[in-house]
C-alpha cells in the first residue's frame, strides 16, 4: 500500500488518531464538487483482481458475440449486471510464456500478468520483471489521493526462495511491481487494511487510538462522532443520508473483523499448505468479501483510486471444502481432461466468480454525487495469467472488465479479439481513461480496439 499525504484536511472526519476519509459530497466545500457552476465529474478507478491456474476455459466462454450472448456456467453470478461487464476473449500475455526459459509457467504467468515483461528466471535476490501497470497509473496520480494504491490478497506467501521450476516466490506471489525489481507486497489481514485506511497519518496517534478502543471496547466512530455531528448539521439532507450510509458501512465492517478475530485462532495456521493471516475469516469466501468490501469504501471515500487484488497466489493448492472441493486447486488444473476435474474445476471457478459478482453489485449499489454509480465510474478487470490450467498456455486468457470507466466504456457485450491480440493493449487503452498516457507497455502493438462508449 503506497502512502502519499497531501490530502486536504475537509475530505476527514478526525479525532483521537482515526481520520475517516469521507465520500464526494454536493455540500462540502463547493470547490470540491462544483467548477464554474457546473458538477465535477467523480473520480475514474481501476482495480486488477487476479485468480490462479487458470480455467475451464469451456465453461468460462460466453456463447455468442456482441451484445447478444449466452453467459456460461461459471459466469453465471454475473448475469444480474450483465449490462455492465466487457467480456474479452482472445488476448495474450506472451512474457507469461517460456520463450526459452523453460518451466516455470505459473511464476512467469503472475510476474507477467500487468507488467507485460518477461521476469529474469531467478530463486534468489537478482529477481527482475517490470513496473506494473496499476503502479504506472498509482505514480502518476499520487498526489490525488492518500494512497497511491492498494495492494490485497487472501494467501500471504514469500518473498524469497524457491516456489516454482527456479524462479523466485516473489514471482509467484505479487502482481504489482513499483519497478522492475520491487515487487508491493500485499497485505491479507482485513484489520491492517481497515487501520491503514482509517486510521491517522502519524504513527503514535494511531497505536494510541487502537489501544484505546482495544481497551474500552469502541468503536472507531466513537472517535470522530463529534466531528460527524457537526458535518451532518451542515450538510444536504441527501448528503446526510449518504454520509450515514457510508459510516454504517465503516461499522459493519469494523464488526466483521472484530467478529473474525474472536473466531480465529491467535496466532496463524497452516492448513493443506495455506498460512492462514491472523484475524481473517476462516471462510475464505468471507475473507474475500470483507477485503473487497474494504477496496469499495476506499474506492468511495477516494482514498485511492488504484486496488490489485489476488484471491489467491499462482499456482495456490489451496482446497475448496467449503464447496466439497478436498483436493488442492493447482493439483485439479492438471486435469489432463479428466471429466470429474474438470467438474471440480468449474465448481472453484465459479466460487470466485461468484465472490467478485458480490464485490461488483456493491459498487453498482452505491451512488456517487452526480447520480452515477461507483461501478459506473471504475474499470474492475478480473481474470487469470493462465487460460487452460491443464496446457499452462498464455492465450486466449479468461479476462473481464466490469463499469464503465467514467462514460468512457460500452459494456454489455462479449468481444473476441484476433488470436494472439496483445493483453498490453487493454492496459494502454486502461491507462488513457485513467490520464495517464504510455506509449507502450510489454508487447503492445497500440491500443485496444472496440472498447468505446
Known amino acids: 500500500m503506497k502512502l502519499k499525504n497531501s490530502i486536504h484536511r475537509r475530505t476527514f472526519l478526525k479525532g483521537m488518531g482515526a481520520a475517516i476519509a469521507l465520500p464526494l459530497l454536493e455540500s462540502i466545500g463547493p470547490a470540491r464538487v462544483f467548477a464554474n457552476g457546473a458538477a465535477v465529474k467523480a473520480p475514474t478507478r481501476m482495480a486488477f483482481l487476479f485468480v490462479p491456474n487458470g480455467m475451464n476455459m469451456p465453461e468460462w466462454t460466453p456463447e455468442g458475440e456482441g451484445a447478444t450472448f449466452k453467459l456460461p456456467h461459471i459466469l453465471k453470478p454475473f448475469e444480474p449486471i450483465q449490462r455492465d461487464i466487457l467480456f474479452l476473449s482472445g488476448l495474450t500475455q506472451d512474457k507469461g510464456r517460456a520463450n526459452g526459459d523453460g518451466p516455470g509457467d505459473h511464476a512467469r504467468s503472475a510476474a507477467a500478468f500487468l507488467t507485460g515483461a518477461q521476469p529474469l528466471k531467478s530463486e534468489g535476490s537478482q529477481i527482475r520483471a517490470g513496473i506494473s501497470v496499476d503502479q504506472y497509473v498509482a505514480e502518476h496520480l499520487a498526489n490525488k489521493t492518500r494512497f497511491a494504491s492498494l495492494e490485497i490478497g487472501i494467501e500471504k506467501g514469500r518473498q524469497s526462495g524457491k516456489c516454482d521450476s527456479g524462479y523466485s516466490c516473489a514471482y509467484s506471489n505479487n502482481i504489482s511491481w513499483r519497478n522492475e525489481v520491487t515487487p508491493m507486497t500485499k497485505e491479507t489481514n482485513p484489520r491492517l487494511v481497515f487501520e491503514r485506511l482509517f486510521g491517522g497519518a502519524v504513527a503514535d496517534e494511531n497505536n494510541k487510538s487502537i489501544l484505546l478502543r482495544e481497551k474500552y471496547k469502541k468503536s472507531i466512530l466513537d472517535f470522530v462522532l463529534e466531528d460527524a455531528n457537526r458535518l451532518s448539521q451542515r450538510v444536504s439532507g441527501n448528503d446526510r443520508q449518504k454520509l450515514d450510509e457510508y459510516l454504517t458501512a465503516v461499522r459493519e465492517i469494523e464488526l466483521r473483523i472484530d467478529r473474525a478475530e474472536r473466531d480465529s485462532a491467535a496466532t496463524a495456521m497452516v492448513i493443506a499448505g495455506i498460512e492462514k493471516p491472523t484475524g481473517a475469516p476462516d471462510d475464505m469466501g468471507a475473507h474475500v468479501q470483507m477485503m473487497g468490501d474494504l477496496m469499495v469504501l476506499a ?132 491507462m488513457d481513461r485513467m490520464g495517464v498516457h504510455a506509449d507502450w507497455l510489454g508487447d503492445s502493438t497500440g491500443r485496444l480496439r472496440g472498447l468505446e462508449a
Open 299 to 430: 474506492f468511495q471515500a477516494d482514498v485511492t483510486r488504484v486496488c490489485t487484488f489476488m484471491l489467491a497466489n499462482e499456482g495456490s493448492n489451496r482446497s475448496y471444502r467449503q464447496i466439497d472441493v478436498g483436493e488442492g486447486h493447482h493439483e485439479l488444473s492438471h486435469h489432463q481432461n479428466d471429466p470429474v476435474k474438470l467438474e471440480k474445476i468449474k465448481r472453484i471457478n465459479r466460487f470466485h466468480a461468484d465472490q467478485v459478482a458480490y464485490i461488483l453489485k456493491k459498487m453498482k449499489s452505491i451512488r456517487e454525487a452526480d447520480g452515477s454509480s461507483l461501478l459506473d465510474n471504475s474499470m474492475i478487470l478480473y481474470g487469470a495469467g493462465i487460460s487452460d490450467g491443464n496446457r499452462h498456455n498464455n492465450e486466449n486468457l479468461p479476462i473481464i472488465v466490469a463499469g464503465k470507466g467514467g462514460g468512457t466504456l460500452r459494456p454489455g457485450r462479449h468481444i473476441r479479439y484476433p488470436e494472439e491480440t496483445p493483453l498490453n493493449n487493454l492496459f494502454l487503452s486502461m
